[in-house]
């Protein structure tokens, strides 16, 4: 019995030091000069700890740790800045026991005057209150997720140019809403650096129903309209749907071919003849499946890779098409393209899909859609949308063209055979009043 006794009390003294330890360890060490921490409210305030001799170099890790339900803090440092000079922003991160650190770690950076107060902004915002003589300020930056190596720190970075009226930037490491978890931060560099060279992309759309009424004709037709659009130096072009399909009196399934195979290799050709990608849409056979696809071909003449459609309508389905599941998207020589086809443009889930797996630009081949769908998806996920249809303008229903951030028709082709060539800038950031860079926003906010 005195045994057990001891025995007992031996594991609780042992217990007790390791509480001790763990207690004193989220007490830290004494932050560098100029950090604090901050709550929205002390009855959620987490655990904040700062550690000397740890982080992912060894220099130091600010760390955040959670035990109850609710809990939001952060770290934050005030720092000069000199208005209008660009700056690089990057901090890794590791964590533990955190379900959705997109979420809920979210480092961001707020422009501020001498005072602590919002700056005004200086660059093009829309404003969708359109108040006469209001003055538009700047929103918080959030630093994008990049990649994450194999100790599990992960770099957030982003490229910033501080407002003409800010002094001092306000450098904050949030943890928030993840009970159990922990978070450490370290490596943090804010430095000036060059400005961001402008990244422009001429993206193409054709309007044009063929005639040849076969595939292989059809196809064809669109050679003379390629050309015209490499004449206004386009770098993508985009295709409509089952463009082999289209009036020429035959099933889905004998329309199909492999991808590759022989509508690839032509516009291949013609893609290495003119120096540009191409977005086909066409109709993929794969054994004795029939998939819809759109396909994107690069300048070299190779494939670069392909989407099958997800979303099918009735007469699809109906007549033994199979869906896509996936997702995929491709880096080019300007950026990175992704890619769904008509029906798909009916829901939002597949065009955020491809906007979360990084998508800049968004080719869309498509037989006919509501253009309100073709604003929203362009919209909610602040790409570049273009859109090639069969669908005649008169019709008041999708057009052929080139859709903004903000889901703007930014220009359209309105004749059989017309190529629209639109320049976009996917360096520059379309920021809305009172939210800001939306397009970095939503990472930290969607669902």
């Not at 955020?352 to 998508?359: H, Q, S």
Request: include cysteine; proline fraction near 8%.
């Amino acid at each position: 019995m005195l045994r057990r006794w001891l025995l007992a009390l031996g594991w609780g003294m042992l217990l007790a030091g390791s509480w001790g330890a763990v207690r004193q360890s989220v007490q830290g060490d004494e932050p560098p000069q100029g950090w604090k921490t901050a709550a929205p409210r002390e009855e959620i305030r987490p655990h904040f700890a700062y550690r000397a001799m740890a982080g992912r170099s060894g220099q130091g890790e600010w760390v955040i740790e959670q035990d109850g339900p609710g809990q939001i803090g952060y770290w934050y440092q005030v720092v000069p800045v000199k208005g209008g000079q660009t700056y690089a922003f990057e901090v890794y991160r590791q964590v533990r026991d955190v379900a959705n650190p997109r979420r809920s770690i979210v480092p961001r950076i707020v422009w501020q005057d001498a005072q602590g107060r919002s700056v005004p902004l200086d660059e093009p915002a829309v404003d969708f209150y359109r108040s006469p003589g209001s003055v538009i300020l700047a929103q918080p930056e959030y630093p994008r997720d990049g990649e994450t190596d194999a100790a599990g720190w992960t770099r957030v970075w982003g490229i910033y140019r501080a407002p003409p009226k800010a002094v001092q930037a306000r450098i904050e490491l949030w943890m928030r809403w993840a009970e159990g978890g922990r978070v450490a931060f370290s490596d943090l560099k804010f430095t000036p650096r060059k400005p961001l060279e402008p990244r422009k992309v001429r993206l193409a759309t054709i309007h044009y129903r063929p005639r040849s009424r076969s595939p292989s004709g059809n196809r064809e037709e669109f050679a003379p309209l390629i050309a015209k659009a490499a004449q206004q130096k386009a770098d993508l072009v985009v295709l409509p749907e089952t463009l082999t399909y289209y009036g020429v009196g035959k099933s889905y399934a004998e329309c199909a071919e492999p991808i590759p195979g022989p509508s690839t290799e032509y516009f291949g050709k013609l893609a290495r003849q003119h120096d540009l990608y191409i977005v086909a849409g066409l109709l993929e056979r794969d054994g004795p499946v029939v998939f819809n696809v759109a396909v994107l071909i690069g300048p070299d003449g190779n494939v670069v890779g392909k989407y099958r459609k997800v979303c099918l309508p009735r007469g699809e389905a109906d007549n033994g098409v199979t869906p896509g599941k996936e997702y995929p998207v491709f880096e080019t020589r300007f950026g990175t393209v992704g890619m769904m086809v008509c029906y798909d443009g009916f829901f939002p889930e597949v065009a955020r899909e491809l906007t979360k797996r990084g998508a800049e630009v968004i080719a869309w081949p498509v037989w006919g859609c509501n253009p309100l769908l073709a604003r929203a998806r362009a919209c909610e996920n602040h790409i570049y949308l273009i859109s090639s249809t069969y669908t005649a303008v008169e019709n008041h229903w999708i057009v052929s063209g080139v859709f903004d951030h903000s889901g703007e028709l930014l220009d359209y082709a309105r004749d059989w055979g017309d190529v629209v060539v639109v320049e976009v800038d996917l360096n520059a950031r379309t920021r809305w009043a009172g939210i800001g860079d939306f397009r970095a926003e939503m990472e930290r906010h969607r669902p």
